[in-house]
């Protein structure tokens, strides 16, 4: 089993900036995807960003230029940098991985709240 343990989440100004953090542990296989989705309320849980061991990344359009997804595989950690964040990013941002047997694993979650 792995577990995944978000941090970093809270309450900022529009136009600000956040930063998430994401640990994973446990019985680890290759974690070849690393990423993040959010759910707001009312809404379907949507991709954010995600990268591959490779570096490959994929971004949703509403993030681009806005948000970077980066990781240490050493260190199984993945980041989510938010900049400029807007009001309607408000959610619970979730941590997502996928190993090498395409197995899926899911933080418990953090909230995001941007005030307008």
């Known amino acids: 089993q792995v577990q995944l343990v978000e941090s970093g989440g809270g309450l900022v100004q529009a136009g600000g900036s956040l930063r998430l953090s994401c640990v994973a542990s446990g019985s680890i296989l290759v974690l070849n995807t690393m990423g993040w989705y959010r759910q707001a309320p009312g809404k379907q849980r949507e991709l954010v960003a995600v990268m591959t061991t490779t570096g490959t990344t994929n971004y949703a359009d509403s993030v681009k230029g806005r948000f970077t997804v980066s990781r240490d595989n050493a260190k199984n950690t993945v980041y989510l940098q938010m900049n400029s964040l807007k009001h309607e990013d408000t959610a619970v941002y979730y941590c997502?991985?996928?190993?090498?047997?395409?197995?899926?694993?899911w933080g418990q979650g953090t909230q995001v709240t941007v005030s307008s």
């Open positions: 997502f991985s996928q190993d090498i047997r395409a197995r899926n694993y």
